[in-house]
Structure formats: structure tokens, C-alpha cells
């Protein structure tokens, strides 16, 4: 017996609405959080005198978080 063949992730996107709207918004959401880390990385060098250099190592590993203070 012969199983049939499960349609393509892409067919799939393109045939449900809601799967389209959540690729769009996640595709938004990815360019948002990439153009507000550079805004960061300014603010933290320019304005609480921090090394860019600790700067880019930390938004590099991730811990962003221990340049603002929440720790």
C-alpha cells in the first residue's frame, strides 16, 4: 500500500491564511528586532559611555541584557 504524498510546506503556507499571516508577522518582527538592536548599540556606546567592543560581544553571545542593567 502506497502512502500519499503529504504536500509541500510551501503549498501549505500559500493554502492557509493563517499560516500566511503568522510567516508575515514573524518576518516583520525579525526586521524590527534587527533595526532596533542597532539603535541600542548606539544609545549604549554613545549615551552610558560603554566600549563598543562590549557591545558587539555581548549582542554577539546574546547577553544584551547585562549592557541595560537587568540583571
Known sequence: ???????????V???????????????LSALGVSA???QIASFLVKEMDASLFVVMLARRTGAMWLMTGAA
Open 1 to 11: 500500500m502506497v502512502k500519499p504524498k503529504a504536500p509541500s510546506s510551501l503549498r
Open 36 to 38: 532596533a538592536a542597532l
Open 13 to 27: 503556507l500559500r493554502g492557509n491564511p493563517l499560516y500566511r499571516g503568522v510567516t508575515v508577522a514573524e518576518f
